[in-house]
């Protein structure tokens, strides 16, 4: 956050709470919602805290350039966009080597649950903007990218969820924010599909011993069933009410 430095900010408190009052294991308030787009196949917005993502997908569909096609399967194209107005200062509109690099982590974080096999020489595309950004964008990113893929009924052998851990002040903390990212020791986002027991995105910025990279994958793995119950009940919740308007 601007301006914000380590004099200024209590990152854990004498009580063990975290600057916005959570406690080291807590998620930030997570709200999801699907077909949020009329033009596209298929939409989701996800918000955790003050982080907001939406995701949008388009096809199958033929690829307007013919190379690009595989003989076997689809192509996953991604991309991961930060809206110029979603931080505190104005980001350019072109793509940065950070978004570039995000979109490929994204794309091979969704790979694995795509049956892309059903669609050859096909295009999926997953658009991914980050309307404000608190921390976390990559893995809210990632979730937001599943519930779209679901809502645009690409067939998935699983749903894919992301939560970020971080070590604030020799403490694993989870779902870190921004301040927490900016001022901590280190950060590993996690992306998993729970249901297929496969991890589809593990990073590490900065330093944990063994036994504290062991307890954060256990701490983010166990939030990301909760956050993938939760997609799956934001699908059930549109489709029960499709189903119920049309009877």
């Known amino acids: 956050m601007g301006g914000s430095n380590k004099s200024e900010?209590?990152?854990?408190?004498?009580?063990?709470?975290?600057?916005?009052?959570?406690?080291?294991?807590d998620l930030r308030p997570?709200?999801?919602?699907?077909g949020v787009l009329n033009n596209a196949n298929g939409s989701a917005l996800v918000e955790?805290?003050?982080?907001?993502?939406i995701a949008a997908v388009y096809g199958?569909?033929?690829p307007p350039q013919k190379y690009v096609a595989l003989p076997d399967r689809a192509i996953l194209r991604v991309r991961y966009h930060m809206a110029p107005f979603s931080t505190e200062d104005r980001k350019s509109p072109a793509p940065s080597r950070r978004e570039i690099e995000l979109s490929k982590v994204?794309?091979?974080?969704?790979?694995?649950?795509?049956?892309?096999?059903?669609y050859p020489r096909a295009a999926i595309d997953v658009f991914v903007e980050v309307l404000q950004a608190d921390?976390?964008?990559?893995?809210?990113?990632?979730?937001?990218a599943s519930l779209a893929l679901a809502d645009a009924g690409i067939p998935m052998r699983a749903l894919v969820g992301g939560v970020a851990v971080g070590k604030v002040e020799?403490?694993?903390?989870?779902?870190?924010?921004?301040?927490?990212?900016?001022?901590?020791?280190?950060?590993?986002?996690?992306?998993?599909?729970?249901?297929?027991?496969?991890?589809?995105?593990?990073?590490?910025?900065?330093?944990?011993?063994q036994e504290e990279f062991e307890r954060g994958l256990e701490m983010a793995l166990n939030a990301i069933k909760k956050i993938v119950e939760m997609e799956k009940e934001t699908l059930r919740n549109k489709y029960s009410k499709v189903s119920l308007e049309e009877v």
């Open 48 to 53: 955790f805290g003050r982080t907001r993502v």
């Open 9 to 25: 900010v209590k990152l854990i408190d004498e009580s063990g709470k975290r600057h916005d009052g959570r406690s080291p294991e």
């Open 106 to 118: 994204i794309r091979e974080a969704l790979e694995p649950v795509v049956i892309s096999e059903l």
């Open 60 to 62: 199958p569909k033929e």
């Open 30 to 34: 997570i709200r999801m919602e699907v």
């Open 135 to 144: 921390g976390g964008t990559r893995t809210t990113g990632v979730t937001a």
């Open 170 to 209: 020799g403490v694993l903390v989870l779902d870190i924010d921004e301040v927490e990212d900016n001022l901590g020791e280190a950060d590993m986002p996690v992306a998993a599909a729970p249901d297929i027991n496969k991890v589809t995105l593990l990073q590490l910025n900065g330093v944990l011993t």
